[in-house]
């Protein structure tokens, strides 16, 4: 993402939202309406992430969220598809260590957009050092629902220890409830990923003000 001067923006502290097409579906939400929650409230950045979609809607929903975005002056980031991610204008794209090298999608991307990518252990995190990315997701910090296929628990401990060595600006995800947001700043994270836990009563934006809140944006 670029400011008024076209001068390339870190990410920013705070919450990491993702509206996942799956946990929308689980809990009987829009995704367009949900992220028009979310963006009430001042946020890192905001992912759809989709992992079952077709690219014809995956696609039309980034199309349609990337204004939305853009309006509300918050980052807007398309997990793993970094070919949907420059087809509907988004400000970057995250992908995973089974995604495109981030060499790769950085070539794809250009130089300006952000470019997360995901580790989920201390040499993980050690290897990114040399990647032309912007900000590392880490964890799961604790046991996740959203994933099938999650990879081992870091807990806080490896957190924190991945936070004093990492090279980037770290983006805890995992298993993350509005109560562990406080231990997780503390830990040393840059920002908190939220999924499934910003859907829980079926109030987005009532949950996403309480996260904000619980974990600051300084």
Do not use: W
Request: aromatic residues 4%; glycine residues 12%.
């Amino acid at each position: 993402m670029t400011n008024g001067n076209g001068e390339r923006v870190g990410l920013r502290r705070g919450i990491y939202a993702i509206v996942d097409l799956d946990a929308c579906a689980a809990a009987g939400l829009d995704p367009e309406r949900t992220a028009a929650a979310f963006l009430a409230a001042p946020l890192a950045a905001l992912q759809l992430r989709a992992k079952g979609a077709d690219d014809r809607a995956l696609l039309r929903l980034a199309r349609a969220l990337a204004p939305l975005c853009r309006a509300a002056g918050v980052p807007f980031v398309v997990n793993d598809r970094v070919d949907v991610a420059r087809l509907a204008a988004a400000d970057g794209a995250h992908v995973g260590q089974d995604d495109l090298p981030p060499r790769e999608a950085r070539l794809l991307l250009g130089p300006r957009p952000l470019l997360g990518l995901s580790t989920h252990s201390a040499s993980q995190v050690e290897a990114a050092a040399g990647e032309p990315v912007d900000y590392l997701g880490f964890g799961p910090v604790f046991a996740t629902r959203t994933k099938a296929r999650a990879d081992p628990v870091v807990g806080l401990a490896g957190l924190r220890s991945a936070a004093a060595t990492s090279p980037r600006p770290l983006v805890a995800i995992g298993g993350l409830g509005l109560d562990d947001l406080p231990a997780v700043r503390d830990a040393g994270a840059h920002a908190a990923a939220l999924v499934a836990t910003l859907l829980e009563g079926g109030d987005p934006g009532r949950r996403i003000r309480e996260a904000v809140e619980r974990f600051g944006t300084r």
